[in-house]
């Protein structure tokens, strides 16, 4: 008797993954996967779709992706990414995570379930990133091992405590050994690292990373046995500094990654899409393109059942009108073709955004006249560690010439009362403030602003808001976010999100006067993270990350003779 199939696709051009070409073939779809990959086969189609002039290439994997930087709940981020061909994404959940641990964990997966959007959660490694950090939670092995029942779970997130690692942590190894323990992988996070500390984290089972920003730098990720996620996100630009590491000897170690990537870029820009549309405008082969996007992702992460249209794989796969442009036509999921969906986000209780800040809390004394200042580098999450004169003064406010504004970050888990205060040069203010509780990885409050009155005007609006971002003038509020899924995530829908996101963007023109190139918002998040390079600042005060300490914000007399003072440019 002949079988009988739901569909078949005839007419296009099919990716193999395994030889790195189209052919014109057909794929046989049934119960949700696919069967045959042959033009000919003796099955009876329910279903026959045409797809004569078209391309099909396997459903797109992004291999690092921490959701709540999208600012939108899961079930909504699916709608977005499956129009731009992505099928499956590993996130970390260690954002929300650090506001809310495991509630916060829970929450992503079940809201996750809404969409047909495959998301395998690695769960979070480092929650505090750091000991020192003032996060909403803590959790250690014995609190994430749970979790591994849930068959959303597929390993362990990015490892960045390398501290912890080299020095035999039990917990962080306990972690590490758990997720290959239930037949899964641990990523590693390695932003500065050098050979021999690669070496250490690939020995501790560490075996992918995402944080690469040169050629260099990736193969030597490549030559310490990881595998590679070239990154493009909304501030970490790194697809075209680092296309040039990928050769045909090593490509089968490299797929793509956003990392952290807004509601507002993945509409405009795209996901992964917009990876491979760089690549091959950089001069990568479009077969080689699209087998990083998928199968690599796939293989890095060991989920053999996609990444490929062979017999036995997921119906996973994008049709598309366009090869080079990455001009989606449609997605298919499991078989089914992916259609509007009018889900909405789940509730989510566990928002905390308390404190007590006053004026008095926001002063910063300079007596010496020469000041450490964060540099922020655009497009990129790492920054500059710049030392300037400033003026001697009780309360440094701002110096907008030289564009040297006043940094806040203020503890909003616990109500402790920390409160870090420091300088930055890159946000071009010349009035008003910024403030928003998205604020890696702690996320606690961060705002950097012209006056005191006007960062505390921000801080006020975002804590009235139980948590988003908000936009100031001298005078009043001008636009404002809110982030009621624990201050990191919009309860909207993400065409409202976007809308909102963009409203920011138009009322920091207005104070700025200037046209940034970078993303002022998730740019500002960064710059409280520890364990990325290298003046970073916490509620604690200003982090080194040379010399993994704090250091003061005025350079004292004794340190003035070993100090060399960097210009800002063509800004001074």
Partial sequence: MTKTVEMVITGAQVLNVYTREFEATSLWIDHGRIISNLRDEPYIAAQHVDATGQWIVPGMIDAHVHMESSMVAPSELGKVLLQHGVTTIATDPHELANVAGIAGIQYLIDDARQTPLDVCFMLPSSVPCVPFDDNGATLHAADLRPLYQQPEVRGLAEVMDYGAVARGDADILAKISDAYAHGYHADGHAAGLNAHQ?????????????????????LDRIKAGMYVFLREGTVERDILPTIGAVTEANAGRFAFCTDDKTISDLITEGSIDYNVRLAIQSGMLPELAYTLASFNGATAHRLSDRGSLSAGQLADLVVLDNLEQVSV?????????????????????????????????????????????????????????????????????????RDVLKMVVIERHHNTGKVGVGLVHGFALKHGAIAGTVAHDAHNIVAVGTSDAAILRAVNQITKDNGGIAVVDDEQVLATMPLAIGGLLSAATYTTAAKQLADLKRAYAVISEQPLSFDPFITLSFLTLPVIPTLKLTARGLFDYATFDFIPVAIQDNQRQTVEVQSFGGLD
């Avoid at 690669?198 to 990736?218: F, I, K, Y």
């Avoid at 889900?343 to 010496?368: C, E, G, I, M, N």
């Fill in 198 to 218: 690669l070496n250490v984290m690939r020995d501790a089972g560490l075996d992918t990373d995402h944080e690469c920003m040169t050629v260099t730098e990736a």
């Fill in 329 to 401: 036509a449609r997605t298919m999921k499991r078989g089914q073709w992916v259609l509007p969906s009018a889900t909405k986000p789940l509730p989510f209780t566990a928002t905390r955004v308390q404190h007590h800040t006053q004026l008095s809390d926001l002063q910063l004394p300079v007596a010496t006249g020469l000041a450490n200042v964060i540099g922020v580098q655009p497009n990129h999450i790492e920054t500059d560690h710049l030392t300037q004169p400033i003026a001697a003064t009780q309360n440094f406010e701002a110096d907008c010439q």
